[in-house]
């Protein structure tokens, strides 16, 4: 019973362990700049997120020329595990995403979804040097 015990405990902090290296993995591999293209009914612009650590936390401007933001500081940067939390009210505006990963931890994109205003729009954001605009 003993031997059970401990396996099962040994096993859970394995678990526990790697999903914290999962999360620090993913926090470290978002750092820099994402882009994509927001497309908003005819309007088709582009967007970036660009995301430091600012002591421990992680932190992100918003840049988009066809909106006329560059810049701009999120007010609320979440990052758990794979998911991602951005907000800036006073845009009236929530950014949610997934870090899809290689097997590696590399992460490839960010699949989200734009909420603003009542409306949503899917955004797919990938990695570059510097916003494009």
């Known amino acids: 019973m003993k031997n059970a015990l401990v396996l099962l405990l040994t096993a859970y902090f394995l678990k526990f362990g790697t999903i914290v290296?999962?999360?620090e993995a993913t926090r470290?591999?978002?750092l820099g700049s994402w882009e994509g293209p927001l497309v908003i009914g005819r309007d088709n612009m582009k967007l970036a997120f660009t995301f430091t650590l600012q002591g421990e936390?992680?932190?992100?401007?918003?840049?988009?020329?066809g909106l006329g933001i560059y810049g701009m500081p999120?007010?609320?940067v979440i990052v758990d595990d794979r998911r991602i939390t951005i907000r800036i009210p006073r845009l009236d505006l929530e950014f949610t995403g997934v870090a899809r990963m290689t097997?590696?931890?590399a992460?490839?994109?960010?699949?989200g979804d734009w909420f603003q205003y009542s409306e949503m729009v899917p955004v797919v954001l990938r990695p570059v040097e510097n916003p494009s605009f």
């Open 28 to 30: 470290e591999n978002i």
């Open 103 to 105: 097997t590696s931890g």
């Open 57 to 65: 936390e992680v932190a992100a401007v918003l840049t988009s020329s």
């Open 21 to 23: 290296q999962a999360e």
């Open 74 to 76: 999120a007010d609320t």
């Open 107 to 111: 992460v490839l994109r960010i699949d």
